[in-house]
């Protein structure tokens, strides 16, 4: 299994960026696909998590309503549509999936991808 994130990048608050993740390598539907975030000094944080099986979404209250994942029907891509973008959602964002959901949204999964860096400044 490979995850290949992209689309980080430096954006004023109040902005927006769109991440994208390549997955590859799962047979079938029967995992889930999420991003985690680790700002500097802090521990990692939970951001979203979908269930391939039925794209259901799913979020912390931390961005809930400014986040949302979603997946290319055509393809592995995941992406995270990230809106109102605030300084202290600067971190870097990392793809992360497994076969088990909550093993995405606990940060136990199996798969992780490179991170890429979003910076939110004043």
């Known amino acids: 299994v490979q995850l290949q994130a992209s689309g980080g990048g430096l954006v004023q608050t109040g902005g927006s960026l769109r991440l994208s993740c390549a997955v590859s390598?799962?047979?079938?539907?029967?995992?889930?696909v999420g991003w985690f975030r680790q700002a500097p000094g802090k521990e990692r944080e939970w951001v979203s998590a979908?269930?391939?099986?039925?794209?259901?979404?799913y979020y912390p209250d931390s961005v809930k309503g400014r986040f949302t994942i979603s997946r290319d029907a055509a393809s592995t891509t995941v992406f995270l549509q990230m809106d109102s973008l605030k300084v202290e959602d600067t971190a870097i964002y990392y793809c992360?999936?497994?076969?088990?959901?909550?093993?995405?949204?606990?940060?136990?999964?199996?798969?992780w991808g490179q991170g890429t860096l979003v910076t939110v400044s004043r």
């Open positions: 992360i999936a497994d076969t088990g959901l909550w093993a995405v949204i606990t940060g136990a999964a199996q798969y």
């Open positions: 979908i269930d391939f099986l039925n794209d259901q979404p």
């Open positions: 390598g799962f047979t079938g539907n029967a995992y889930a």
